[in-house]
């Protein structure tokens, strides 16, 4: 079968290699398409503890074609998905209940190998069923997923003012699951009006245009579009940006909280008063990709909750997988990729 096959980081190529076959208690799954994310971004760099060598690709769609022994909750022909996260199962954070926090988790597509491929091999206790859903919406199972977490780790109060930073597909993902969520008004800003529009097409409440390198303008802009002509009960930083990062706690009211949710370089830095967040009781929370969320995303999907809408925009197959990174990077029209097998 084909492959795109890391030996390290930025060195790829679409290999042939051994289909892999269903063991006891295993799922083989024949890929129908993988949605491309900023993570794999940071898989081709090196980063986010990415193990070489390395087939990438963590957000799945595909149908049943082998089941191995012992394996009763799925049929040969189901479309399904497969939640990419695993825990260890025998830390202290594993043990006390706490999975997301696990000391050793691992990752298929950046520490077992991933999705980008014409079938994959995993365990049954990993798969879930989409069936019945349209591909296109089923392949944003597992960023739905973290955009569940994200709620649930935000405890949002209800009749909350929310600004969400990012209108990336699982920016618009977060929104919508915080709007049916008990959120009294949603806002969504970004520097890229095509995106907004989609966000307002989606239902989201208000969208402000800001720019990447206006600090103080952005502030006034969207303090402006808030509902009360303030502050935010809830900002959430879904783009990874440390500039946006540094004007997230001026943005939050008294009592208020911001919500950590795009992935950041490492090394990079957010800048906030710590006498602010102390006068003003702000909580800083953060939110890390998902452990047990991906059945509370699937029925957001299947109910319309979370609509995926208009999110994609291009399509690439694995002998493109090279353009499909090139187009994440560098094409402005990009909103969600998807490589199909």
Do not use: W
Not at 236 to 242: D, F, K, Q
């Amino acid at each position: 079968m084909k492959a795109v096959v890391y030996d390290a980081a930025r060195s790829y190529a679409l290999r042939e290699i051994p289909t892999p076959q269903a063991a006891a208690g295993d799922v083989r799954i024949k890929v129908d398409q993988v949605g491309v994310c900023g993570t794999d971004l940071h898989i081709h760099e090196g980063d986010f503890n990415a193990l070489f060598p390395l087939i990438p690709g963590h957000e799945l769609v595909g149908v049943v074609d082998q089941l191995g022994e012992g394996v009763t909750r799925f049929g040969v022909g189901e479309q399904v998905t497969v939640n990419p996260n695993v825990y260890c199962a025998h830390c202290p954070y594993c043990l006390s209940g706490r999975l997301i926090l696990c000391a050793n988790a691992k990752g298929y597509g950046s520490n077992f190998p991933g999705f980008f491929a014409e079938h994959v091999t995993v365990p049954e206790t990993l798969v879930f069923s989409v069936a019945g859903l349209p591909r296109d919406t089923a392949v944003f199972t597992e960023p739905a997923a973290c955009a569940m977490h994200g709620l649930e780790s935000l405890r949002l109060r209800p009749g909350s003012s929310v600004l969400v930073f990012g209108a990336g597909p699982t920016g618009l993902l977060l929104a919508q699951l915080i709007a049916t969520g008990g959120a009294a008004s949603v806002t969504v800003a970004a520097p890229t009006q095509f995106k907004l529009d989609t966000a307002a097409a989606l239902g989201i409440d208000r969208t402000v245009r800001i720019s990447r390198d206006d600090a103080t303008g952005n502030l006034a802009a969207l303090r402006a579009a808030s509902p009360d002509g303030d502050d935010y009960d809830v900002v959430v930083e879904a783009t990874g940006s440390p500039a946006i990062g540094d004007i997230c706690v001026p943005l939050a009211r008294n009592g208020g909280t911001v919500l950590v949710y795009g992935v950041t370089r490492a090394q990079d830095t957010v800048t906030f008063h710590p006498f602010d967040v102390f006068r003003r009781e702000i909580t800083i929370r953060g939110s890390f990709a998902e452990m047990t969320s991906f059945g509370a995303a699937i029925a957001a999907l299947r109910t319309g909750r979370a609509r995926t809408d208009g999110i994609i925009t291009h399509r690439f197959g694995l002998d493109d997988y090279g353009q499909a990174l090139d187009a994440l990077q560098h094409d402005p029209s990009v909103h969600k990729i998807v490589i199909v097998a």
